[in-house]
């Protein structure tokens, strides 16, 4: 039996870690205090190499799905003339677009929400970590 793992908090980072954990054979349950889906946080995010590197790594999505390419970059002052512009490649994507991606690739079954942590209880062997609805939670590791 590998490692049971919790990862409170479901967003880009819980399901980053979420699935990295799996990657190394780690029984992984994600627990998100939203009581339901996840909201849209905008667009306009840079992306970074590394998380196109571990989304192809571990097949959960491609470099086109995940972002457009843009060619150029402005700055723009606020009466709206450019102030500076540069020709630069950059993927861009959104909050969802990377959200939808990791949510997809972990199994429905080991994501709960409305699932609040509130406190944890550690000794040599095991943490209990807490939820705000009376639920309790054995793991070995809690992230």
Same mark, same amino acid.
């Given at each position: 039996?590998?490692?049971?793992?919790?990862?409170?908090?479901?967003?880009?980072?819980?399901?980053s870690? *979420?699935?990295?954990?799996?990657?190394? @054979?780690?029984?992984?349950?994600?627990?998100?205090?939203?009581?339901?889906?996840?909201?849209?946080r905008?667009?306009?995010?840079?992306?970074?190499?590394?998380?196109?590197?571990f =989304? $192809?790594?571990?097949?959960? *999505?491609?470099?086109?799905?995940?972002?457009?390419? /843009?060619? $150029?970059?402005?700055y723009?002052?606020?009466?709206g003339?450019?102030?500076?512009?540069?020709?630069t490649?950059?993927?861009? /994507?959104?909050?969802?677009?990377?959200?939808?991606? =990791?949510?997809?690739?972990?199994? @429905?079954?080991?994501?709960?929400? *409305?699932?609040?942590? /509130?406190?944890f209880?550690?000794? $040599?062997?095991?943490?209990? *970590?807490e939820?705000?609805?009376?639920? @309790?939670? $054995?793991c070995?590791l809690?992230?």
């Amino acid at each position: 039996m590998g490692i049971n793992a919790i990862i409170a908090g479901g967003s880009l980072g819980g399901l980053s870690a *979420a699935l990295a954990l799996r990657c190394i @054979n780690c029984d992984v349950n994600v627990f998100e205090r939203s009581p339901g889906e996840m909201k849209s946080r905008g667009a306009g995010l840079v992306v970074q190499m590394e998380l196109i590197n571990f =989304l $192809k790594e571990h097949d959960i *999505a491609t470099e086109e799905a995940i972002s457009v390419p /843009t060619y $150029k970059r402005q700055y723009i002052s606020q009466d709206g003339s450019i102030q500076w512009e540069e020709q630069t490649l950059q993927l861009m /994507t959104s909050w969802d677009n990377v959200y939808r991606q =990791l949510r997809n690739a972990l199994q @429905n079954n080991l994501y709960h929400n *409305a699932k609040r942590l /509130t406190g944890f209880k550690q000794n $040599k062997d095991y943490v209990v *970590a807490e939820f705000g609805d009376g639920h @309790n939670e $054995k793991c070995d590791l809690l992230g």
